[in-house]
T-cell receptor
């Protein structure tokens, strides 16, 4: 059973360009989460999606960032007009469900390391 | 709001030494607690978890006990190996309408032969 897949693993963009990060959840998982890790920091939640729905985007910057999880295909995190401060590692996680108490374990992909020049 | 505080690193130990990485938390409700490990250049791997008070999570010789009275989830291993060198993250999941994991800043462990 393949794990969470992310691509590309490394992405270099110049300021002002667009970055598109892809995430394919584990087989059977319908819940996707995106996190950002800045250098020497822990992971910060960005957004939680189910198929065709954004459930919680409380951690997303208000501008330039968007996410989707279409009915078919991977989840996409899009960053428009990138700036140097967007340089970070972006991790996707998936889970099969969300239980009421206690939560459901999230399984992480290898991450996409974005460098903005 | 929710928060996780881990002991600051880096931590350097000799092989076969005893490891403790402290983790305390603040959360609404009754959270689940996790330890994740990140090897250089890789993503996070779940190391162990506990979902209720006094539960002990264990894996690969690592252990952590969910202590509600002290709001702690300290990670321990009796005898570390060079291959344990990594960054360790403590995290909580509170549920109750919040679906995100809240992470500590991570503790870098280096084990020397």
């Amino acid at each position: 059973n393949a794990g969470v897949m992310q691509n590309p693993r490394h992405l270099v963009r110049r300021r002002g360009q667009e970055a598109r990060l892809r995430c394919s959840p584990m087989k059977g998982h319908s819940h996707v989460y995106w996190y950002r890790q800045l250098p020497e920091e822990g992971l910060k939640f960005m957004v939680y999606l189910q198929k065709e729905n954004i459930i919680d985007e409380s951690g997303m910057p208000k501008e330039r960032f968007s996410a989707e999880f279409p009915k078919e295909g991977p989840s996409i995190l899009r960053i428009q007009q990138v700036v140097r401060g967007d340089s970070a590692a972006y991790f996707c996680a998936s889970s099969p469900r969300v239980s009421g108490r206690g939560g459901e374990t999230q399984y992480f992909g290898p991450g996409t390391r974005l460098l903005v020049l | 709001g929710n928060s996780v505080t881990q002991m600051e690193g880096p931590v350097t130990l000799s092989e076969e030494a005893f490891l403790t990485i402290n983790c305390t938390y603040t959360a609404t409700g009754y959270p689940s607690l996790f330890w994740y490990v990140q090897y250089p250049g890789e993503g996070l791997q779940l190391l162990l978890k506990a979902t209720k008070a006094d539960d002990k999570g264990s894996n690969k010789g690592f252990e952590a006990t969910y202590r509600k009275e002290t709001t702690s989830f300290h990670l321990e291993k009796g005898s570390v190996q060079v291959s344990d060198s990594a960054v360790y993250f403590c995290a909580l999941y509170s549920g109750a309408g919040s679906y995100q994991l809240t992470f500590g800043k991570g503790t870098k462990l280096s084990v020397i032969p």
